[in-house]
């Protein structure tokens, strides 16, 4: 399976502090995306990262890639009460599917 | 900014029952996709569609599934005879290229009983 695997499954910070969520993956990709879900919403689509950038940031936001590694990384800075979700990685390699992982869920304590 | 709709919000139905799941893409994207999500895991990957047909399904979407796109704007997902552990929410979603971002419907939230 390429579906990718987020860490920490649950992440709890004080708002304003920054949270960093990790995904890794099993097979080559072509990119890479993050997505964000309210408690029983659809999933956002934050930001996407192609499999030759390495870096990527969107507001507070900053993807990294690394696919030696097949790794990324989502850190949200100076984070709010509103950031609370669960974050999700999604990979694509051929085909027009997306894997899913199993989410961080982030919990900003105002 | 444009949104997908699905419709309904919420449905019950009994087990062996047919059900039909409908969404409304944004109107200007060529691919769609639905996926779902049981209760607490993970979003799993059922079928992605374009050029008015499957170009991939998973192994979740067995004969029982079947996807179609009546008109220039419906795109709906119907399960034949619904089992328990179809109880899940179904999200639609839709891209306007190939491998881009996707944007998501709200769901359907299925509960077989």
């Known amino acids: 399976s390429q579906q990718g695997e987020e860490d920490p499954q649950a992440l709890s910070i004080q708002e304003g502090e920054n949270a960093t969520m990790n995904c890794s993956y099993k097979t080559s990709i072509n990119n890479l995306q993050w997505y964000r879900q309210n408690s029983g919403r659809g999933l956002v689509h934050l930001i996407l990262?192609?499999?030759?950038?390495r870096e990527k940031h969107s507001g507070r936001l900053r993807v990294t890639l690394d696919t030696s590694k097949k790794s990324s990384s989502l850190l949200i800075t100076a984070s709010r009460a509103a950031d609370t979700a669960s974050y999700f990685c999604?990979?694509?390699?051929?085909?027009?599917?997306?894997?899913f992982g199993t989410g961080t869920s982030l919990t900003v304590i105002p | 900014e444009p949104e997908v709709t699905q419709t309904p919000s919420h449905q019950v139905t009994q087990m062996g029952q047919e059900v039909i799941l409908r969404c409304v893409p944004i109107s200007n994207h060529l691919y769609f996709y639905w996926y779902r999500q049981i209760l607490g895991q993970k979003v799993e990957f059922l079928v992605s569609f374009y050029n008015n047909e499957i170009s991939e399904k998973s192994e979740i979407f067995d004969d029982q599934f079947s996807v179609e796109r009546p008109d220039g704007s419906n795109f709906t997902l119907k399960i034949r005879s619904t089992k328990l552990e179809d109880s899940a929410m179904y999200f639609c979603?839709?891209?306007?290229?190939?491998?881009?971002?996707?944007?998501f419907g709200s769901g359907t939230q299925l509960s077989v009983l």
């Open positions: 999604a990979t694509e390699s051929t085909g027009n599917q997306f894997y």
């Open positions: 979603a839709s891209s306007e290229r190939d491998n881009e971002k996707l944007f």
């Open positions: 990262i192609r499999s030759n950038e």
